[in-house]
């Protein structure tokens, strides 16, 4: 599924690939409605019919992904709400040992993210994340998100990456066919980003459930 003799680096998504993405549903479909409710003293379930539209009308923006954007659009501070469940924050299965094993074989790690900044420093602090890679970026820096195409020329220059020598791992459908439209000819899908919900698919895209189907060495253990 990975030639890993033709990798040289790897970019790795974040939310839903490399950590739990039950944090990031439970907290939008079930934390932040119950809250919002609340706080503006509304029917929970008309809280959360009011923040599902207005939260998909923005999908696939930059926007979509912004703390900045949702506080003030919706009059409350998501970064604080966000803190209320931080103990769902957690890697996904074989993170670590995965992430350690690429770096010993001497590959560049480097993790590209929509996640706004506050979200981004809030998941560092709960998991020891950052000093298993080489390099972190949030694409809020970028001004677009990895959905948009010209993203990835905007990285390059950087980041420097070779088209043909490096492996783009992520969850979203929508970002892996943005990234193969740029050029990139090794792709992989997180089939299963939600350990609360049962594995997607991916058409179009080999994909994995876990990283020890893909594992670049000897046997995990």
Same mark, same amino acid.
Request: net charge negative; aromatic share 8%; hydrophobic share 40%.
């Given at each position: 599924?990975? $030639?890993? !003799?033709?990798?040289?680096?790897?970019?790795?998504?974040?939310? *839903?690939?490399?950590?739990?993405?039950?944090?990031? #549903?439970?907290?939008?479909?079930?934390?932040?409605?119950?809250?919002?409710?609340?706080?503006?003293?509304?029917?929970?379930?008309?809280?959360? %019919?009011?923040?599902? @539209?207005?939260?998909?009308? %923005?999908? *696939?923006?930059? $926007?979509?992904?912004?703390?900045?954007?949702?506080?003030?659009?919706?009059?409350?501070?998501?970064?604080?709400?966000? /803190? %209320?469940? @931080?103990? @769902?924050?957690?890697?996904?299965?074989?993170?670590?040992?995965?992430?350690?094993?690429?770096?010993?074989?001497?590959?560049?790690?480097?993790? +590209?993210? $929509? !996640?706004?900044?506050? #979200?981004? =420093?809030?998941?560092? %602090? #709960?998991?020891?994340?950052?000093?298993?890679?080489?390099?972190?970026?949030?694409?809020? =820096?970028?001004?677009?998100?990895? /959905?948009?195409?010209?993203?990835?020329?905007?990285?390059?220059?950087?980041?420097?990456?070779?088209? =043909?020598?490096?492996?783009?791992?992520?969850d979203s459908l929508p970002v892996l066919d943005s990234a193969r439209r740029f050029g990139l000819e090794h792709l992989l899908a997180v089939l299963a980003p939600d350990s609360k919900? =049962?594995?997607?698919?991916?058409?179009?895209?080999?994909? +994995?459930?876990?990283?020890?189907?893909?594992?670049?060495?000897? !046997?995990?253990?």
């Amino acid at each position: 599924m990975v $030639n890993w !003799a033709q990798i040289k680096t790897v970019l790795l998504d974040m939310d *839903g690939t490399l950590l739990d993405l039950h944090f990031d #549903s439970h907290f939008w479909l079930v934390h932040l409605p119950r809250r919002y409710a609340e706080i503006h003293g509304m029917e929970p379930v008309s809280a959360r %019919e009011d923040i599902m @539209r207005l939260i998909g009308a %923005e999908k *696939g923006t930059l $926007n979509w992904y912004c703390l900045d954007h949702w506080s003030q659009r919706l009059d409350v501070d998501i970064r604080k709400l966000k /803190e %209320e469940v @931080r103990e @769902r924050i957690a890697f996904r299965p074989h993170v670590p040992a995965f992430l350690k094993q690429l770096r010993a074989q001497g590959r560049r790690l480097v993790i +590209v993210t $929509n !996640a706004h900044h506050g #979200s981004l =420093s809030l998941k560092l %602090e #709960s998991v020891d994340l950052e000093p298993l890679v080489d390099r972190i970026y949030s694409t809020h =820096s970028f001004g677009k998100p990895k /959905e948009d195409p010209s993203f990835w020329a905007d990285l390059q220059k950087i980041e420097p990456f070779g088209l =043909s020598d490096t492996l783009l791992i992520d969850d979203s459908l929508p970002v892996l066919d943005s990234a193969r439209r740029f050029g990139l000819e090794h792709l992989l899908a997180v089939l299963a980003p939600d350990s609360k919900e =049962s594995p997607r698919t991916a058409p179009g895209f080999p994909g +994995v459930q876990h990283f020890d189907e893909v594992w670049p060495g000897e !046997a995990l253990r």
